[in-house]
Each structure stands twice: as structure tokens, then as C-alpha cells.
């Protein structure tokens, strides 16, 4: 059984025990979080797409760690105008395990 959920703006497809970093949105290490349901399948080719959620079903996910993402440059030029802006990122992140699916 998998599902395709939504969180932090995007769509992640899932099964039972699979480990995924998202976007951070509080919560400690150990927490048990609910995620949106776009899409479940199944077993036997069932497939329900919700409009935009699916009624009732729930993907139930721990959160193992925080983490950060690698460092991004940004970095900007506009030629001939002695215009230079170097700046850099990195994401805070969640590694999430997926512990149920229910639907």
C-alpha cells in the first residue's frame, strides 16, 4: 500500500517504514505527526484520488531527527554596473518515518 501526501508545499509518494526528509514544521524528535492524503493505492490495483483530499485516510509519521540541507549560493550579476550579491542558504529539514497508513 502507498499513498501520495502533501506537505511543505510538496508531494511525496510513501509507503509503511520508508524514511523522508520534508521541510521543517516544528515538533521535537519523536513526535508523531498526521500528513494531508492526496492519493492512496493498494493492493489489487485500488487507487482513490481525493478532491483534494482524501475522505478519511491518514498517514501517520515520527519524526527521527532535525537536519539541515546542503548550502545553496546564490549568487547575482548584472553586467557592466558593477552589481555583485553573493548569498548563501540552507534548509531546515525533518527526517520522518512513516509508520502507518490508514484508509
Given amino acids: 500500500m502507498f499513498a501520495v501526501i502533501r506537505t511543505g508545499g510538496k508531494q511525496y509518494k510513501v509507503a509503511k517504514d520508508d524514511l523522508l526528509e520534508i521541510e521543517r514544521n516544528g515538533g521535537q524528535a519523536g513526535d508523531k505527526i498526521d500528513l494531508e492524503v492526496l492519493m492512496l493505492g493498494g493492493e489489487g490495483g485500488t487507487l482513490k484520488v481525493g478532491a483534494p483530499l482524501v475522505d478519511g485516510a491518514k498517514v501517520s509519521a515520527e519524526i527521527v531527527e532535525h537536519t539541515r540541507g ?13 552589481y555583485r550579491r553573493k548569498n548563501g542558504h540552507r534548509q531546515d529539514l525533518m527526517r520522518v518515518k512513516i509508520l502507518d497508513i490508514a484508509g
Fill in 70 to 82: 546542503p548550502k545553496i549560493t546564490i549568487f547575482k550579476k548584472r553586467r557592466r554596473q558593477n
